[in-house]
């Protein structure tokens, strides 16, 4: 074995030794999270493929995108390079993948091409960080040393990129002045012989020395620096995706332990039976409090994170001034663990270090400000799920330490007592129709007539409570009347979906609210339902199954496009001809449950100039109203979030807002009147401009 060869041994066998350990102590961790289960592989072979090797969602910034995928592919080009190189130092071969011929030309000149690229996006990312200044690299959890973390790792792949186009070229001469066949096809390296092609042979193997090595010293060492790093998401990215959330956005997951005792307080004789499968015993605590009570992937997607801040930078809590970031969430969770974990795997899951994640790490405030809306789980390149992690701390609030906000308690009551947010009688759930002398079936005397309507209309609390909201229902009403739909509704059956609750971190009345309807539901044999309210929507399609509610759901967006689409409505432009519209998306609609074209295919059925505000579809900007938010103050900030919105659809200067959502009414309106904008705008939901264009209001 040459002097090189055993050189090489030794450095490889230290990086290993000094990575292993690494890995090993930062992964020991994750035995002390809670489970997260993984199934569907082939669906996720398919989002990692789409998400972490086609880079999909880098995308969405497309300058900085396509910067940041070029490196990551030339990343996945060179490493094959890098591979080569290991197996030539400990063999003491050189170049020996050029046995496969053509397939090497190809990879090797990508590789030297990727080289040069990934140099100048490198030189263009540090110019960026150093002297411009980016939003998104700034926030009170992005210290000097995060910056600095990252100015490092950017000047090791620089200087990576630099010896390898070093190595590369030197090879090149070499050969030449060898006279021996280059193996593989080098197009920036042999332009750059060029101008090193007056240098002795003995000074071109000298330069090709020392960056062989530098190449792969710095390969090991930023290896080795990586785990320590933000860059650690070179390692962690594909994975991170491979294991990502699979469900809609707005889905929540669920607390089975929670439905053990939800069952037991609706039927004690269940007290006495086996637990179901999937039912599992009651935890030390509900909900969230330190990182030990994360599950295994959260930790993992705190090692991924990449702080690249996408997150923070749409989060509409943090634009508006409050103190929640994302970022700052995730970030949280990791220094947290690196805190405790030492101490867990000391002395077991008992270690108290009489400190926590929350209020630690992590305060109320920045919990209750966020509006769910799901802004920064759609940016994130990495497909981190911040809304989950931070609902399970407001259910450990709730539900450990009754510390919610007063005024979402008192929601709680209201829907525990009257079956809505607000303090309405129950009895009064038709009073919109009723006041109105509209004709609406009831599911009750329908089943007594021996009929079983197609559809059940779902009123939602806001459509049977909100005074504004309820014109929107009473209007939908018109539509389906005129249309001889075959519908009933529950009326004072209905009871509130439970979305709020559980938003709110209140998951045992969530669950009771979901048992309780579910069951007059599966009562009437409902198969169909539809609704106008997108956060009622969103919890009977992918939060009721898991409680037995199975149901097709369709919202009133949906419904409304389908029958255009089928020719069922005729419509003129009547009021809305020579007005300018817009459409606010709402969260749990658009990216809770990806529906962007029915309202706008609704809205383009209706004679009028249709015009998109600067952040629309799944870049759209929350109303504010969501995760609780509409039944209380909001957090300390330098603006409303509702505030900021309107003035996006300002800057569009339409005569009309239109919504498809009752909360997001609520904020429009709200908006229209703080900016004195009564006389020049007006917010309809598509619904009221269908029956204002069939002119049935
Ligand atoms: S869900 Fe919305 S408000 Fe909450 S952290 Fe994410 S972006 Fe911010
Ligand atoms: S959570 Fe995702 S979007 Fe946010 S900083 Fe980390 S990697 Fe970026």
Redesign the pocket.
């Known amino acids: 074995m040459e002097t090189k060869q055993i050189i090489f041994l030794a450095s490889v066998l230290v990086t290993l030794a000094v990575f292993s350990y690494t890995m090993y102590r930062i992964f020991s961790y994750m035995k002390l999270t809670k489970p997260f289960p993984i199934r569907n592989i082939s669906r996720r072979i398919g989002i990692t493929l789409k998400v972490a090797i086609g880079q999909t969602k880098i995308f969405r910034k497309p300058v900085v995108g396509l910067m940041h995928a070029l490196v990551f592919w030339g990343f996945m080009v060179i490493l094959f390079g890098s591979i080569e190189m290991i197996i030539d130092g400990l063999f003491g071969t050189e170049r020996v993948l050029k046995v496969l011929g053509p397939v090497y030309d190809v990879i090797i000149a990508s590789g030297d091409i990727f080289a040069l690229i990934v140099l100048l996006a490198i030189i263009a990312f540090l110019v960026r960080r150093i002297f411009m200044h980016v939003r998104r690299f700034y926030g009170v959890e992005m210290k000097s040393i995060s910056k600095i973390d990252a100015n490092i790792a950017l000047t090791i792949i620089l200087i990576l990129m630099v010896s390898l186009l070093g190595m590369n070229t030197f090879y090149v001469l070499m050969q030449k002045s060898s006279g021996e066949e280059i193996a593989g096809v080098y197009p920036v390296s042999e332009y750059m012989a060029n101008f090193f092609g007056h240098l002795s042979p003995e000074k071109i193997h000298t330069w090709h020395e020392i960056n062989w090595w530098a190449h792969i010293l710095w390969i090991f060492i930023f290896a080795n620096i990586l785990p320590y790093s933000k860059h650690f998401h070179v390692f962690m990215s594909v994975p991170n995706v491979f294991l990502s959330r699979l469900e809609p956005l707005g889905y929540l997951p669920n607390m089975p332990e929670i439905t053990k005792e939800v069952k037991l307080m609706m039927d004690p004789d269940a007290a006495f039976q086996e637990p179901a499968e999937g039912e599992e015993e009651a935890p030390a605590r509900f909900g969230v409090k330190d990182a030990e009570d994360t599950s295994w992937k959260n930790y993992l997607d705190a090692l991924a994170c990449t702080e690249c801040g996408r997150?923070?930078d749409?989060?509409?809590?943090?634009i508006t001034g409050k103190l929640?970031?994302?970022r700052k969430?995730v970030m949280d969770l990791r220094a947290r663990m690196k805190e405790k974990g030492p101490g867990l795997l000391k002395e077991g899951l008992s270690y108290d270090d009489k400190k926590s994640l929350v209020r630690d790490y992590i305060s109320e405030e920045e919990l209750w400000?966020?509006?769910?809306?799901?802004?920064?789980?759609k940016?994130c390149p990495i497909n981190i799920n911040?809304?989950t992690l931070?609902l399970d701390m407001r259910r450990y609030l709730v539900m450990e330490e009754s510390a919610g906000p007063g005024e979402l308690n008192a929601v709680f009551t209201n829907i525990e007592n009257n079956g809505a947010p607000w303090q309405f009688s129950p009895e009064d759930r038709m009073k919109w129709a009723e006041d109105a002398g509209l004709d609406v079936p009831l599911m009750a005397d329908k089943i007594a007539e021996g009929k079983k309507p197609e559809w059940l209309f779902w009123v939602s609390s806001a459509g049977a409570f909100d005074d504004r909201y309820k014109k929107v229902t009473r209007e939908f009403i018109k539509i389906l009347n005129h249309l001889k739909i075959d519908y009933a509704v529950l009326g004072t059956e209905e009871s509130d979906s439970g979305d709020v609750a559980r938003r709110g971190g209140n998951e045992m009345l969530f669950q009771m609210q979901a048992m309780t309807n579910i069951e007059i539901l599966n009562g009437y044999e409902v198969k169909k339902i539809l609704t106008c309210d997108p956060h009622d929507f969103n919890t009977f399609k992918n939060e009721y199954p898991e409680f037995g509610g199975n149901y097709e759901v369709v919202h009133h967006s949906q419904f409304l496009s389908k029958l255009i689409k089928e020719g069922k409505l005729s419509m003129n432009g009547g009021k809305f001809k020579n007005q300018k519209v817009t459409f606010h998306d709402p969260?749990y609609l658009g990216r809770g449950n990806g529906e962007y074209d029915a309202p706008r295919d609704v809205l383009n059925a209706i004679e009028s100039k249709k015009v998109e505000m600067k952040r629309s579809k799944s870049f759209a900007l929350?109303c504010g109203a969501?995760?609780g938010q509409m039944f209380k103050e909001a957090e300390k900030g330098n603006k409303e979030?509702f505030i900021e919105r309107i003035e996006d659809v300002m800057e569009t200067k339409s005569d009309v807002v239109a919504t498809a959502c009752p909360f997001c009414m609520v904020m429009m309106t709200d908006g229209i009147k703080y900016k004195n904008q009564e006389e020049k705008m007006k917010n309809y939901d598509i619904a009221e401009m269908v029956s204002m264009s069939m002119g049935l209001d």
């Open positions: 997150c923070t749409v989060c509409p809590a943090n929640l970031s994302p969430i400000a966020c509006t769910t809306c799901n802004a920064c789980a940016e911040h809304p931070i969260c929350c969501g995760g979030v």
